[in-house]
């Protein structure tokens, strides 16, 4: 299979395999966005598929979206391709499963909160640190609430604050916290028992359990999306937070 930079796709056993590969933390481009979309919705009907994996090929899952593509002329498309891709992992016709080892920020958290299985290191880190530089979530507010219960959301969104992999554990946001070297079993053994069931009966399975963010999805995005696009990016300060980050200081906030 074809691959560029950034993103790495393979076909392992009955798996397909998505592969973040953007040094050195996976900021996630709309390039990069875009082929993930293209794989999904070209793989999801293929007999050969009966699971999709989204991984890292680097210590850390993601840092989160790449911030220099958060301009005025940018942002939409940005925005745009993220919302698909979720769009694309929550119709998704198999079970995908997230493999995490280090942090994973942002729309990388995001990511892997549309999949059905999250696998953790231990000593992996979930946040979402969007408000710290100025900006919002986009997705976030959505996804969290139903796994993580509406007070840790908040509290996430509105602090910036990490949590470490058993928390995240605890909390429901991932589904199991393990000693690294562990995962590989961990998902072979999922894969072995999604393998013995009715392809059909378990695709039926997961539009059941999806099915309440599905058709909530569409009309929340829009409404985060005209948030995002029409008053935060019409402030000064989302701007200042991009400049600050990028050259590595504090921002100087105007609160405007």
């Given at each position: 299979?074809?691959?560029?930079?950034?993103?790495?796709?393979?076909?392992?056993?009955?798996?397909?395999?998505?592969?973040?590969?953007?040094?050195?933390?996976?900021?996630?481009?709309?390039?990069?966005?875009?082929?993930?979309?293209?794989?999904?919705e070209s793989m999801g009907e293929s007999p050969a598929c009966k699971a999709l994996i989204l991984d890292?090929?680097?210590?850390?899952?993601?840092?989160?979206?790449d911030l220099s593509q958060l301009t005025p002329d940018t942002v939409f498309l940005l925005l745009e391709e993220l919302h698909g891709v979720a769009r694309s992992l929550n119709s998704?016709?198999?079970?995908?499963?997230?493999?995490?080892?280090?942090?994973a920020l942002g729309a990388?958290?995001?990511?892997?909160?549309?999949?059905?299985?999250?696998?953790?290191?231990?000593?992996?880190?979930?946040?979402?640190?969007?408000?710290?530089?100025?900006?919002?979530?986009?997705?976030?507010?959505?996804?969290?609430?139903?796994?993580?219960g509406d007070r840790r959301a908040r509290e996430m969104i509105l602090t910036g604050n990490f949590i470490g992999a058993k928390e995240a554990?605890?909390?429901?946001?991932?589904?199991?916290?393990?000693?690294?070297?562990?995962?590989?079993?961990?998902?072979?053994?999922?894969?072995?028992?999604?393998?013995?069931?009715?392809?059909?009966?378990?695709?039926?399975?997961?539009?059941s359990v999806r099915t309440i963010r599905l058709h909530e999805m569409d009309g929340r995005l829009r409404e985060i999306e005209a948030l995002y696009l029409n008053q935060l990016m019409n402030l000064e300060d989302p701007m200042e937070g991009v400049r600050a980050f990028l050259e590595k200081r504090q921002p100087v906030w105007r609160n405007k």
């Open positions: 299979m074809e691959n560029n930079r950034h993103v790495q796709i393979s076909q392992e056993g009955d798996a397909l395999r998505v592969t973040l590969n953007r040094p050195p933390v996976n900021f996630i481009s709309t390039e990069m966005l875009q082929q993930i979309g293209s794989e999904l890292s090929a680097l210590p850390a899952f993601s840092a989160g979206l998704f016709p198999r079970p995908t499963i997230g493999l995490v080892r280090g942090m990388g958290n995001e990511l892997l909160a549309c999949c059905d299985f999250v696998f953790a290191s231990e000593k992996a880190s979930f946040g979402h640190p969007e408000v710290k530089v100025g900006g919002i979530p986009s997705l976030a507010p959505l996804l969290l609430p139903p796994l993580i554990e605890s909390t429901g946001l991932i589904t199991r916290a393990l000693p690294e070297a562990r995962i590989p079993e961990a998902v072979a053994e999922l894969l072995k028992t999604l393998g013995s069931l009715s392809l059909p009966v378990l695709a039926i399975a997961l539009r």
